[in-house]
């Protein structure tokens, strides 16, 4: 028995500390400035629900939280959603954010790339988006990208669905192709009211992704964050064979009908984290990356503000 127990004790404790390694590889940075000194709404409040209900890799307590309390700052009624696409539901909402559903609950589960929701649901979100609603659809590299595939066709938007990189246009300092840069300087932050923002104080920079999927919207839609000719997709990781991602971007914004829908390619960009033992940050808390600014300008264009 006390073999027995000393087995039992040692496994335990080897779970216990996988357990903190895995939770310690990406956590919400819970020092990340989410204030917003002049809120964009003091009254009258747009209701927001953020999707909980499709397996979320993202959700309002975890990895987005920082951009939860973001908004939240800058007068946004933000409300977890946690039952499925349904038009009475949505009716009293003003925008809508899904970031990284999935298929199954875990993203290394088999069917984590599969549809995310159902056809009645997405042609729920699409009947009222262009009744008036507004989406911020955020879909990462795989499996997320296959998961929100069905929901994306509904807008004419086309995902790569696998990993995309670039080995002449990324950022430097991170010594990682697949960490983007787009900037007004190598002309991969394309103008548009949400890179533009109301005042040179909301003018978007420089943005950084973090290891996503190419997208490509439908005829008409505009480009916030476009790929170089560089630009490759890969449909794994660790996969030796990859196609152009030329032409392709990571950020794209649209009006359907009498609403409002942005798609990123990339979820990590709008979330404020801390990965690996060393805690880098990643995301909003960037130094000298206007993400933060990104997020805000998006949910203002979203609202009508911009």
Known sequence: MKIHFGRFLALALIFALQSQLAGAQQSSDAEFNTTVA?????????????????????????????????????????????????????STFKILVIANALGAEDMDEDGADGAAFTEEECDVVRDWVKGGGA????????????????????FGVEMS??????????????????TLLFSRENKRLLDHPITNGHTAGERINQVLTFTGQSIKGPEGSSVLLQLSETARDKPDRESQTSVSAAGRAQGIAFKFGKGRVVVLGEAGMLSAQLVGVEKRPMGMNVPGSDNRQLALNIMHWLSGQL
């Open 38 to 90: 002049h809120p964009a709404y003091t009254k009258n409040y747009p209701r927001v629900v953020f999707d909980e209900a499709h397996n979320n890799f993202h959700t309002t307590t975890g990895r987005y939280k920082p951009f939860v309390d973001l908004i939240g700052s800058d007068g946004y009624n933000v409300v977890p959603g946690r039952k499925l696409f349904a038009k009475p539901s949505l």
């Open 161 to 178: 669905k696998g990993y995309t990189f670039d080995p002449e246009n990324y950022f430097k300092e991170s010594g990682d192709p697949s």
């Open 135 to 154: 989406l911020l659809l955020i879909a990462d590299h795989a499996p997320f990208g296959g998961a929100a595939e069905s929901l994306g066709k509904r």
